[in-house]
């Protein structure tokens, strides 16, 4: 393990030296994730993308390798798409959740290669680090941390940090 690894346990995250609050999925963490199972996947996801929005977030708060998410940028959740957990484009004539959402959940999303970038229908999708709801609010899979606490992070990321999570 690396120390620009960013490790998840049921406790929170460990990154940097000291512990983050966060929540996962409402489902606990799984080897066996599935589409729709509200469960964060167990293992070792490299983050292969960093999503922000412009009009919320300031690009120098953020590394230089930061992508803004446009207005039409969405995520194909639909199995069986051929573009299934890839970001697509709106007009999209599959089933996709839109990134440039009306709260602040996707200001700054964080990408991992869970399922990716060879999905296996059914497998799972759009597992991101993401900011939360609130405090103690289950994601759908994914990994939710403070606003302050995610741009935190954000920007000491490297090109080999990990997200590990453990069960």
């Known amino acids: 393990m690396s120390a620009t690894d960013l490790v998840v346990t049921p406790g929170g995250l460990r990154f940097g030296g000291r512990l983050w609050p966060c929540t ?14 509200g469960c964060t996947p167990a293992g070792r996801h490299r983050i292969v993308g960093m999503l ?6 300031a690009r120098t708060a953020l590394p230089d390798w930061a992508v803004p998410i446009r ?19 709106a007009p999209f004539p599959a089933s996709a959740e839109r990134l440039r959402r009306a709260d ?19 497998r799972g999708s759009a597992i991101f680090l ?6 103690g ?3 759908a899979g994914c990994v939710a ?23």
């Open 24 to 37: 996962i999925g409402r489902g606990g963490i799984t080897a066996r994730k599935r589409e729709g199972d």
């Open 52 to 57: 922000y929005r412009p009009d919320r977030i």
């Open 71 to 89: 207005p039409f940028d969405l995520w194909c959740d639909d199995p069986d798409h051929e573009h299934y957990n890839q970001m697509v484009a």
């Open 104 to 122: 602040p959940m996707y200001d700054l999303v964080l990408v991992t290669d869970w399922n990716w970038p060879e999905a296996q229908p059914g």
């Open 130 to 135: 993401h900011i939360w709801r609130r405090p």
């Open 137 to 139: 609010h289950p994601t």
């Open 145 to 167: 941390l403070a606003r302050a606490d995610l741009i935190g992070i954000a920007r000491r990321l490297r090109p080999d940090s990990r997200l590990v999570v453990r069960a």
